[in-house]
């Protein structure tokens, strides 16, 4: 996937000028790869995913997907918001169905693909449930299963745990590092967190404030990372990385002249 001098404007009513959201943003993110991107509040984020769910299009430039542009909402992206915008009025099971519905399959295989996919997330016992007897951990994994149901080419995270408790939170990055591994998708994961985005990574993508543009790209390597045991967090290397983190986060607020 590849964001390609990506410009976003929105005009401003009744002044004639227009607000710049987002700036000449250049990424590019290889088949497979798990990127964080990271960014202080209104530097263009919710804007950038519209323009990737292709809700909007830039003003120039281009999101490239397998080398096509993007040009209108498609399943070969799938998204996983903050709230778990499940349907109250369908199962776990259900849920999962409804993108299998819009690729047109047989009743029988978009069971099968969904039941297969409430596994990997870790709720095979828990298909026939309604969203309210489930647990915020729990809705959101059914988000995730549903997302991947239907074989995007990418996942898309939104602050996906934001909502929910800190141990919450933690177990579900080793899920989603699991699950990463598991199914060896390109996931582009968006969160206000420095540890989440370290701690989920193989790069992390620092934006600037409005407007948005990379102002830095991290390396991440930390072997061991997901696997059960390991104290992760307190381990020098990561201790360092976030550090580095919040340096460029902190250089490009200045540099953008907000405190
Ligand atoms: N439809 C719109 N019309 C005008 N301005 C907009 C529109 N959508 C977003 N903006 C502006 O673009 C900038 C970026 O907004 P965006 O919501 O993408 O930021 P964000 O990084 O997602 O913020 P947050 O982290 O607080 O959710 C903001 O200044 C916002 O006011």
Not at 187 to 213: D, K, M, S, W
């Amino acid at each position: 996937m590849r964001f390609d001098s990506v410009r976003k404007e929105f005009p401003v009513r009744g002044t004639g000028t227009s607000l710049v959201a987002l700036a000449d943003l250049t990424l590019d993110v290889a088949p497979g790869e798990l990127v964080t991107l990271v960014g202080p509040s209104g530097c263009g984020k919710s804007t950038l995913l519209d323009l990737v769910t292709g809700l909007s299009e830039p003003t120039s430039g281009r999101i490239l997907l397998d080398g096509r542009p993007v040009t209108g909402p498609g399943l070969d992206r799938g998204i996983v918001f903050q709230q778990y915008a499940l349907l109250p009025w369908r199962t776990a099971q259900a849920n999962v169905e409804l993108g299998l519905e819009a690729r047109r399959l047989p009743k029988a295989q978009r069971r099968r693909i969904a039941r297969e996919h409430l596994e990997l997330v870790g709720l095979s016992g828990f298909a026939d449930r309604y969203p309210h007897e489930l647990s915020g951990g729990m809705k959101q994994r059914v988000a995730i299963a549903r997302s991947l149901a239907f074989d995007p080419e990418v996942l898309l995270m939104d602050e996906p745990f934001a909502a929910l408790d800190a141990q919450t939170r933690e177990t579900l990055q080793d899920e989603l590092l699991r699950i990463w591994r598991a199914t060896g998708k390109t996931i582009v994961f968006i969160t206000h967190g420095i540890e989440e985005a370290v701690y989920l990574g193989q790069r992390v993508v620092v934006l600037t404030p409005r407007p948005g543009r990379v102002q830095a790209v991290l390396d991440v390597d930390l072997p061991g990372r997901g696997e059960p045991g390991q104290d992760l967090r307190a381990h020098p290397t990561f201790v360092a990385l976030r550090h580095r983190v919040w340096d460029a986060l902190h250089d490009a607020r200045a540099e953008g002249g907000v405190r």
